[in-house]
């Protein structure tokens, strides 16, 4: 621990321009503390996409020690609301986990004390009222995510994952999953295999890139909209993000990859998934409603192919994101337990996140009782009917 007064940083400063940073962040994210959602590739074409389509201001805070080694990087998404200055981690609902970039010494040794002090001189930095980061990990890689000391509670929803055993993506399944899981798979597999012959492949020309994002988005709105929910991919914008992100440089693999099932001449169901650091982070899935083998499961097939392949790559992690779902809890042995951080920084910043941390409370109560979030659901589907009949 350091000494009293003396935080383990000695400078922190606050960039506007991402394109400045891209050499020191990519050299920091090789061995710091961070998601796949908070490298470099990903985290810069999404600014330069969705956050620019929302006109969205952004804010990089650099921490660094007496040597002026970088210890921490912030990628912090700024808002207003009501007159009050607050910020989040870049990627909003596109993000699985929030958090930011930490090396993993500098992290160990903070505690709750530092953390807090840590994030109220950034905030100050910045001239915020309040910092707000949800669905944050507790730990990563063994350390604890230093935002997360200061946790308010668990987050609505978990993540969940499973440990892939080197090269054997088979032995991985058969210890993830429940023998009656894999039984069911296995008639999956054998029923698609009656509509004829089927690959897996990953997307990596420009060609192949539009033609999965293609079948990926037109599935997901299908998808959306037999739920009666408003499709979060329906933006060009996303898709300009997906694309950028899925292409690659001539220096950089991308942060994103696309994998599609092929039946014949058509893609039947798509995986969108960032690597970083040898984990594997399930971003979004999708499969054809309209085809004669979506009752085989696709997806799930697709999945379990990928869970295979990425064995063989050497990845390490292979997550499923946030959310509850009947298939995550099948593949996946474990789970990362999300948290959030309500920190007022002002008196606006006082009432404003007692508002948010209320807001997200009874969140998490619905989510937590299946009857509550049924009528949830129900009373969305309706008000939404009632807007497009308005429209």
């Known amino acids: 621990m350091p000494?009293?007064?003396?935080?383990?940083?000695?400078s922190i400063t606050i960039e506007h321009d991402i394109l400045a940073l891209e050499a020191e962040w990519r050299a920091f994210e090789e061995t710091a503390l961070a998601t796949p959602y908070q490298a470099y590739g990903w985290i810069r074409p999404f600014v330069e996409t969705v956050g620019a389509a929302h006109g969205e201001a952004f804010r990089y805070a650099l921490l660094r020690d007496d040597a002026g080694g970088l210890v921490a990087l912030l990628p912090l998404a700024i808002a207003r609301t009501g007159g009050i200055s607050h910020a989040a981690f870049i990627g909003d609902k596109h993000s699985n986990y929030h958090m930011g970039l930490y090396a993993p010494g500098f992290a160990s040794q903070l505690d709750a004390v530092e953390a807090r002090r840590m994030l109220r001189e950034v905030g100050a930095a910045i001239g915020l009222d309040a910092l707000i980061f949800l669905n944050q990990p507790g730990s990563w890689q063994g350390i604890p995510n230093p935002a997360a000391l200061i946790a308010a509670g668990p987050s609505p929803?978990?993540?969940y994952k499973l440990a892939l055993i080197p090269g054997d993506g088979e032995a991985t399944l058969k210890r993830s999953m429940s023998s009656h899981a894999r039984k069911k798979l296995k008639n999956k597999h054998n029923r698609f295999k009656d509509f004829g012959p089927s690959t897996v492949g990953q997307a990596k020309t420009p060609e192949e890139i539009e033609r999965v994002l293609d079948a990926f988005l037109a599935q997901k709105a299908e998808r959306f909209r037999s739920m009666g929910v408003a499709d979060p991919f329906a933006e060009r914008s996303v898709r300009t993000f997906l694309k950028q992100a899925a292409t690659a440089s001539n220096e950089h693999r991308p942060i994103i990859e696309l994998y599609?099932?092929?039946?014949?001449?058509?893609?039947?169901a798509t995986y969108v998934g960032a690597v970083q650091g040898g984990r594997f982070s399930g971003m979004a899935t999708s499969f054809d409603l309209s085809s004669p083998a979506a009752r085989t499961s696709p997806g799930e097939i697709l999945l379990s192919e990928l869970i295979r392949l990425q064995a063989r790559e050497g990845v390490t992690v292979f997550d499923l994101g946030v959310g509850e779902a009947r298939y995550k809890t099948s593949f996946c042995d474990d789970r990362d337990d999300l948290v959030d951080t309500f920190l007022p920084l002002t008196l606006k910043g006082h009432l404003f996140t007692a508002m948010a941390q209320a807001k997200r409370?009874?969140?998490?109560?619905?989510?937590?009782?299946?009857a509550a979030l049924k009528l949830a659901q129900l009373v969305a589907g309706r008000f939404r009917g009632k807007n497009s009949e308005e429209e």
């Open 3 to 10: 000494a009293a007064g003396h935080p383990l940083w000695s």
């Open 157 to 159: 929803s978990r993540a």
């Open 260 to 268: 599609s099932l092929e039946l014949g001449e058509t893609c039947v």
């Open 361 to 370: 409370a009874l969140k998490r109560r619905i989510k937590s009782s299946p």
